[in-house]
């Protein structure tokens, strides 16, 4: 019992229960001794009187709160069931933890659930850590367990145990699961695959629904994982223990029969399943007694599909396959063969010849039909030597069946066992180590118990006896190594329960030697252990139940079970009659046969014995108890040889809902799976350990004397015995300092007096501080609040004397304007009579002035046709003379010319064809006088007209002016008249111009609604318009984020396909390495090393696929065009250069197809085929038009030259030059003309260049045809490389070339020099040799990187070499003839290198930072003094038996992450590699430790605080000013850190209120739902001042995240495998000659000849 102090008033304390089984209740008063009762408020609130006999009788105290959640059971101050109950129940439904330590156990609990925490991101966070730094997880344990085999070369063991239902066989697969994929290296190879694929067959034929389980093993299983000596995994092997058979005949109510009979019902429908002649599971005998068919959530025809692809992984045949299927086929026929019964007494018994289900079974397993029948329904006996058939009753033939049919099974199921051993066994060696896991059935026990349950349990009485003893052995080391005077602990030993089932005349001997009787029963049986155990020895194990005579009861470690003696010794026979054996055997049946005949074999029967008739023989002496005695002493062999890890898995409720928990089931379990005992073994000695470094920080205020870190154990030695005064309750070992159960509570009580008593001190202190501050504070606003009073008093006096001298000019103001509107209304008024007054007489003058402007209007019209008329005249006349001196002057021309061309003859000889011009320049003057005649007819006649028209314009005038004068004056009345008719009209128009102005108004309004409603529509149209443009700019921007996310995506998988292609060749290459030292060793002869670096074959790179892959995954962009840009240039490009991005990937296909031998399709070809009639046509054409562009140049070049003598003689002799003119106007013409034709002839030429592009083999023919070859035009500046020089160049370029002498060239050096060489070749025309060279450095730069595999420099400095020489060479290519597109190929491995080179620099750096990323980032601290303990958070308090972790040199801090990626970036700095491949670097190692970091913390509790976090945060600070100190955040460096931030944030806010929650859930964008519970339910404060997270909060938090759209993965921890694609930007280096070239003398390389 702990000490009587700790029951002060407000201690919690545990008193028992019978629904809850524990509650929890505070004192409300302290206990003194000798008090009867305890007053106790519990939980609910209810107060109660707890009765106290004596201080042994004392309730169970609780832990302290900091212990709350812990995820070590044994790390409890208090160890007992309660506790542990109450813990488990925290973990489980408050934090939703499912794994908790208990020393060396591991506890499981099954969350019913589908929790994302199995996914190979956990894997990777799990692989390399300490079980002690990390939550609890299955793989931890494996972790463990491999780590320790790798390390100590020792076999180890995992064993799992608990319930049916508790999730054993889940635990066993996630655990294969995490060896395959360490063991594998994260690359499933055959064998892990292999082992993966064993599950689901075993599950098929081993596992059933139970009452308690849908998915029950109803077999144990080891499976041992062998290993290598690199730790892969090399084989396995399986051994399997106990199947019970029974349950194939016979299921309880709510349970199936195995998956794999409702797995072929399911898919009986499968044409290849048709045969088996199946039918639905309720009409089978074997499957319908349980009266369950289907699992909810299972799908039988998948389930199927999957195990038959398990047997194709593991090399079953699938016709062997269909024989498996037939036989279980067969049983299911066999069970609904109808025995009927006869005789009189119903002795006898037969089975009809047309029974449609026997003749199934006998057709499919190839059996006689007849013969079966038989020996179903008789047996033969030996009587006297002779040989007898007796016939069986009913019940003896349908037991005989069920028999046969439990034996056929269990021959299959140990058939498929050994096939799956073979398949699994190693292939690569000797197994140089293992790790076995345990996956057998916990301890059982029901309502009725038998034959099963009984070996059940006893295979647990062994399995706790070895446990308990490894716990033990494991406490005393523990002691041993702490150098502690200690005691033997005791603990039960369950040896006498085991000496009764096993010892000498125990419980298995005699149910054997009853089995050898010739009538043993049951009862029989039972008798003789009632006389052993009971009568004769009583044991203390055994008992006999007080109403039955046909059961007894044994008293396990667990609990007390009764067994059901009925069906004991047939379980235990386990027979089947030889005559049925015998039918078997001579089965037509390949498998069958092979299945009975192994029997003859096997010395022992795994599954039963065979009776035949003779007695002697009758029954073998193995029976399935001795077998299985035999099998679980191997099994306690090889565990006790081995290292065992536990894991116990606990089943929380029997109605399989999802984070029920049932304490009642709980405690059961934890009882039976020997939890509990680890507890109490601990308990008996020191349960609770400190280190000397924790003790210190956390009781620091408890210690006397100075006080310092480094003489913590010191100070420790000396405080703690004035502290506990027993020196039993505590023991100082050499690094840790121990306590019995209790004292830590102890401590916890008088470090939170002794911080009580300080914080009264304290607070007296500030609160007079506070008195004194808050008198000043008054006395302060008492002065102030006077001073604004009087400020305020005159303040006021002066307003009222400001209101009234306001007041005085406001009225004289207001007055003034009263007199200043009425004067202005007067004036307004007169200048409004004023104007109208004026608009009148205005008015009337411009009447006036109308009708005067009207009649001088009339006057100068006429005045002005006066004038016309008479200008015509005149002008009539003058071009009438003009003509006549004309006409004068041409008949004097006239004669002149004809006197001329009389004398000019020898004119017309030289000038042949002009009289024909001459007499066309005659016609066209005959036709001139004629149409001059004509004229001057027509201008007669227009003369006469005029003077006749004129004449009669005479005679009305002088008609006019007579009237004129004749006219009398108008009269007054007249004029009257007219002016009433003007009133009346300027009235009239007056209304009518009032209607319209007033229509005009409202027309006006409403030109102004429509105008307004114009604008709402376009505003409305305006918008919409926006709204559209940002839509579909919305749309295109996704779209094009979504194109970009998945080429990035493309490009991932590309890069992760060369990185796979390049382990791959990495172990070719280490084959083919051993098989060559084999070679060596056998007697070859060695070859030089410079020999076999020369004539290496090139990399299979450059005939890979990865090699062939489309463009769009190459990481350079601008190397070849993406389909992208191909469809671009299609559409915005002229047609040359459309035909030409077309045909280059054309060209590329068809060489591939070349290279893979592949035919082409018809279309194609066809499509090839008109192409080439095409270029025939047109290189035709072309021939045909370039000669007759020759022959019209020709002839247009004498014509000129004619013309050009012609003109010169012309303008020497001055003659003619009207006709030379107008000829060289025609020559002129007919130049335009040729040069249209020419620009036409050279499209043509540039179409003929295309196809000869396209079809360069016509073109070769056709220059092969040609006579005259042009020559390659020379270039300048190149290197020459000889072909018996290249290996030298390799060797001393690249593969021998010293690391300090590579160092020190220029960047890119090798690599221009290489370039020239292959340019060199290329303009030479020599392909072979520019391909060889380019082969030969792709392989020495492959050779180069694999021997500095681990040096930064030297691959940073080949990744700058490939890149340059990448870049010149596709620089070069297209400036070539097309002849160089042949270096495609090699551009294409040079891309691959390129990556293979940046995928090994970050790799480097990767490995450097792996082990230094979580002790730096989490655990250093930087900022000194803050979390008040320098210890290493690694070293917190370990688990029960784990080894304690040296301190191997100084831990690393962010100083050491930060010195890996300076020496990175001085790398890349040096050889000048381009900054957006420096941020692509950066951006990947960086997330590397954001996620390597984050997902740490997610798993560790002692980090999840306020004061960790702002280390954290500083770290990480350090860690962006380095980048952004060197310009790394653009590539996006800087944001991948961004998740760890937030959750660092999320340390160091508040977390109470709901408005915290919701500024908590804004700010955590970049986190996970799952991340930010996960990080709030692992908050853990490490002080006082905290306070731990309350479930209340935590519930607002899930509700607000779930309303918010997270489009971060559901997985807990992120991928620190994910691989970010690279882009290689193209950048070529400027064009450098040889002669430009410096080269140092110390490569060697002089041999070079400059051209």
Known sequence: MATLELYSKGAGVWIPDPDEVWVSAQLLQDYTPGEKHLLLQLSNGKEMHYPVGSPADLPLLGNPDILEGENDLTALSFLHEPAVLHNLRVRFLDYNSIYTYCGIVLVAINPYDQLHIYGEEVIDAYSGQDMADIEPHIFSVAEEAYRTMTREEKNQSIIISGESGSGKTVSAKFTMRYFAVVGGAAKQTSVEERVLASNPIMESIGNAKTTRNDNSSRFGKYIEIGFGRKGDIIGAKMRTYLLEK???????????????????????????????????????????????????????????????????????????????????????????????????????????????????????????????????????????????????????????????????????????????????????????????????????????????????????????????????????????????????????????????VEGQLGLFDLLDEECRMPKGSDESWVRKLYDQHLSSKPHPHFQKPRMSNSAFIVLHFADLVQYECEGFLNKNRDTVYEELVNIMKASQSELVAELFQQQENVPSVANGSVRSGKRATREHRLTVGFQFRQ??????????????????????????????????????????????????????????????????????????????????????????????????????????????????????????????????????????????????????????????????????????????????????????????????????????????????????????????????????????????????????????????????????????????????????????????????????????????????????????????????????????????????????????????????????????????????????????????????????????????????????????????????????????????????????????????????????????????????????????????????????????????????????????????????????????????????????????????????????????????????????????????????????????????????????????????????????????????????????????????????????????????????????????????????????????????????????????????????????????????????DVTALWLKNVCVLHDLLTQHSPKQTLDSTELAPMIHALSDLCIQAYQQLLSITETRLQNIIVPAMLESETIPGLSGSAVKLGASRKRAGSDPRTAAGVAPTIASVLRELGALHAAMTHQALPAPLMEQAFHQLTYLISASALNSLLLRKDVCCWNRGMQIRYNVSLLEEWLRSRNLQAGGAVATLEPLIQAVQLLQTGKKTEAEAQALVQTCSALSSQQIVKILTLYTPHSDLEERVSLNFIRTVQGLLKGRSDSQPPQLLLDVRRVFPVTFLYSPPTGLLAEQLVIPDALKISFLRRV
């Not at 699992?295 to 992984?313: K, S």
């Not at 179903?376 to 049919?405: F, I, N, W, Y």
């Not at 916990?442 to 349950?453: K, L, V």
């Not at 021939?1183 to 019209?1192: G, I």
Request: net charge positive.
């Open 246 to 500: 029974s349950r194939v005949v016979f299921q309880a109510s709510s349970e199936r029969n195995y998956h794999i009979f409702y797995q072929l019902c399911a898919s009986r429908e499968l044409p290849e399943m048709r045969s088996l002649k199946l039918d639905a599971p309720e009409n089978f005998r074997y499957t319908n007694q349980g009266g369950e068919m289907q699992i909810p959530g299972a799908d039988d025809v998948l389930d199927l599909e999957r195990t038959r692809n398990a047997f194709t992984i593991l090399g079953v045949q699938p016709d062997q396959q269909m024989e498996l299927f037939r036989i279980l086929s067969a049983i299911l026929h066999l069970g609904n063969a109808k025995i009927q019964a006869s005789g009189r007494s119903s002795d006898k018994s037969y089975i009809d010849a047309d029974d449609r289900s026997l003749a199934v079974f006998s057709q499919l397993l190839g059996v006689e039909g007849p013969q079966m029948a038989h020996w179903l329904c008789h047996r033969r006996l030996a009587v006297g030597g002779e040989m007898l058939v007796k016939p069986r009753s009913g019940q003896q033939a349908t037991e005989a069946r069920d028999a046969l049919a439990k034996h056929i099974y269990g021959q299959l199921f140990t058939w498929t066992v050994q096939r799956l051993n073979s398949a699994l066994r190693s292939q690569r060696g000797q197994t140089r180590s293992f790790i076995g896991v345990l996956d057998i059935y916990g301890f059982e026990t029901f309502d009725r118990n038998s034959f099963e349950q009984f070996c059940i349990n006893y295979a647990n009485e062994k399995l706790q006896q070895q446990f308990n003893r490894h716990v033990f052995h494991l406490e005393q080391e523990e002691y041993v190594r702490e150098e502690l005077a200690w005691s033997k602990i005791e603990f039960s030993d369950n040896q006498q329960c085991i000496n009764l």
């Open 631 to 1352: 099998s679980l002493q191997m099994l306690m062999d090889t565990l006790n040889s081995t290292t065992p890890h536990y894991v116990r898995c606990i089943k929380p409720n029997d109605l399989k809902e999802p984070f029920m928990f049932d304490p009642k089931r709980t405690v059961q379990q934890l009882r039976a799976c020997g939890v509990l005992e680890t507890i109490r073994i601990s308990a008996a000695g020191f349960p609770s350990r400190w280190t000397y470094e924790e003790f210190f920080s956390r009781y620091r205020v408890l210690l006397r004397g100075p006080q310092s870190l480094e003489q913590a154990q010191a100070s420790c030695q000396r405080t703690l015995p004035q502290i506990i005064s027993d020196p039993d309750q505590y023991c100082f070992g050499k690094t840790k300092v121990f306590f019995r159960a209790g004292q830590v509570a102890l401590l916890e009580r008088l470090r939170a007096e002794r911080l009580r008593e300080a914080a009264v001190v304290i607070q007296s202190r500030v609160r007079g501080w506070l008195s004194r501050i808050r008198f000043t504070r008054v006395l302060w606003a008492t002065v102030t609040i006077q001073r604004y009073s009087r400020g305020a008093l005159a303040r006021r006096l002066a307003l009222t004397l400001r209101y009234t001298k306001a007041a005085l000019v406001i009225q004289k103001m207001y007055r003034m304007v009263v007199v200043r509107q009425l004067f202005l209304m007067i004036r307004q008024a007169t200048i409004t009579i004023q104007a109208f007054t004026r608009g009148t007489l205005a008015r009337r003058t411009y009447r006036q002035l109308v009708a005067e402007r009207a009649t001088v209007l009339l006057q100068a019209r006429v005045r002005g046709w006066l004038a016309r008329r008479a200008y015509r005249r005149v002008r009539a006349a003058v071009v009438f003379m003009q003509c006549c001196v004309r006409r004068r002057a041409a008949r004097r021309r006239l004669l002149k010319l004809k006197s001329e061309a009389r004398s000019v003859e020898r004119y017309r000889e030289l000038n042949t064809g002009m009289e024909v011009k001459v007499m066309q320049l005659q016609l066209r003057a005959d036709q001139e006088a004629r149409e001059r005649a004509a004229l001057k007819e027509t201008l007669h006649a227009e003369r006469e007209a005029a003077s006749a028209e004129l004449e009669a314009l005479r005679l009305i005038i002088q008609r006019l002016e007579s009237q004129k004068h004749e006219r009398p004056p108008p009269c007054s009345d007249i004029s009257e008249k007219k002016e009433e008719k003007r009133k009346r009209a300027e009235d009239k128009a007056a209304q009518e111009i009032l209607q319209l102005t007033q229509e005009l108004q409202t027309l006006q309004r409403e030109k102004d609604d429509f105008s307004k409603e114009r604008e709402e529509l376009s505003a409305r149209l305006l918008e919409q318009e926006k709204a559209k443009e940002e839509c579909v700019h919305q749309a295109v921007s996704q779209a094009s984020a979504a194109l970009r996310v998945e080429l990035d995506e493309e490009r991932r998988k590309y890069q992760g396909l060369l990185r796979e292609f390049t382990r791959l060749e990495q172990r070719y290459d280490n084959l083919r390495e051993m098989s060559l030292l084999t070679e060596r060793t056998s007697g070859h002869r060695r070859t030089d090393s410079t020999q076999s670096q020369s004539f290496e074959p090139p990399s299979p790179t450059l005939l890979s696929p990865q090699s062939l892959t489309p463009l769009p995954l190459s990481p350079f962009p601008f190397a070849f065009p993406s389909p992208e840009e191909v469809r671009r240039v299609s559409v915005t490009s002229p047609c040359r250069e459309r035909t030409l991005s077309v045909c280059s990937s054309e060209t590329t296909m068809d060489s591939l197809m070349e290279k893979m031998d592949v035919a082409k399709d018809p279309a194609v070809k066809m499509r090839g085929e008109d192409l080439a009639h095409a270029y025939d046509a047109v290189r035709v054409a072309n021939k045909f038009l370039e000669s007759q562009l020759r022959n019209q140049r020709s002839q247009w070049e004498e014509e000129l030259e004619a013309l050009r003598n012609q003109a010169s003689s012309a303008s020497s002799s001055a003659s003619q030059p009207q006709e030379l003119q107008e000829l060289l106007e025609a020559r002129e013409q007919e130049c335009v003309r040729l040069r249209r034709e020419l620009k036409e002839l050279r499209s043509t030429v540039s179409l003929r260049r295309l196809l000869t592009q396209v079809f360069p083999s016509a073109l070769t023919a056709e220059s092969s045809s040609c006579p005259f070859q042009p020559k390659p035009a020379a270039v300048c500046g190149l290197l020459e490389c000889r072909k018996r020089d290249e290996a030298k160049l390799m060797k001393n370029l690249i593969t021998d070339i010293r690391v300090d002498t590579a160092l020190s060239l220029p960047p890119g050096l090798p690599a221009i020099v290489l370039s020239l060489c292959v340019r060199q070749a290329d303009c030479s025309r020599d392909q072979t040799h520019a391909r060889s060279l380019c082969s030969a450095a792709v392989t020495a730069v492959k050779a180069a990187l694999k021997k500095h595999n681990n040096n930064i």
